[in-house]
């Protein structure tokens, strides 16, 4: 099959999908979810993204929201969205992990890159939104230390996803499809607004490995 022709078939097998996931997931959510499944937290514990990704999406997704929260401790303070030190210091203990892990270590670098960078278009983008309309704003502002110690934990989850489906990852077409299915029904069942739903795009970018 010369690429023109893979190239299409890959094209119409991910929209297809994507059609798909938006038609059947919420059939699914109103035969599974529970009937006061209204909020994000409300979901969380029953139904969960769809396919072989769909563990590593769910991971991915709760550190998302977890942003949320790391907004709610910086907004009206001096702490600064951007933090490359910190930055810095969460990256080279992914690495160390990684390897511990025996996950390549380069590649779980890039993959929490992103999502460093989907948490901040989280904050950015909350932040926006407080400053626009004050009466969202938080009125409490969390700790930071019990926010940091579950992005530990997401960490470790993260890591041993990301070796497990390590296979699949390499198959850029296979892997695709199942991106697709994980992140649409994810969005969904997660009732993910457009901010979040941009920064799941983002945290995903790296999820598949390009062919060589």
């Not at 160390?96 to 901040?120: C, H, L, R």
């Not at 497990?164 to 892997?175: F, G, H, I, M």
Request: net charge negative; hydrophobic share 40%.
């Amino acid at each position: 099959m010369n690429l023109r022709n893979h190239m299409t078939r890959y094209a119409a097998i991910t929209g297809f999908l994507g059609a798909a996931t938006v038609l059947t997931v919420p059939q699914a959510m109103a035969v599974d979810a529970p009937a006061n499944t209204a909020s994000v937290s409300g979901s969380v514990g029953t139904a969960k993204p769809l396919g072989a990704l769909g563990p590593l999406t769910d991971l991915v997704i709760q550190r998302i929201l977890v942003s949320d929260g790391v907004a709610a401790s910086k907004f009206g303070t001096d702490s600064p969205i951007e933090d490359p030190v910190r930055e810095a210091q969460v990256l080279e203990q992914v690495r160390t992990q990684a390897e511990a892990t025996g996950v390549n270590p380069d590649d779980a670098a890039a993959f929490f890159q992103d999502q460093i960078t989907a948490s901040k278009v989280v904050q950015k983008g909350l932040f926006a939104r407080w400053t626009a309309h004050p009466e969202e704003a938080p009125t409490t502002r969390p700790d930071l230390g019990p926010i940091r110690q579950q992005l530990d934990q997401l960490t470790t989850g993260l890591l041993q996803e990301l070796k497990d489906t390590q296979a699949l990852r390499e198959k850029p077409v296979a892997c695709t499809v199942q991106l697709a299915l994980a992140t649409g029904s994810g969005a969904v069942l997660e009732h993910l607004d457009p901010l979040h739903r941009q920064a799941l795009g983002t945290a995903t970018h790296s999820v598949c490995r390009p062919s060589k």
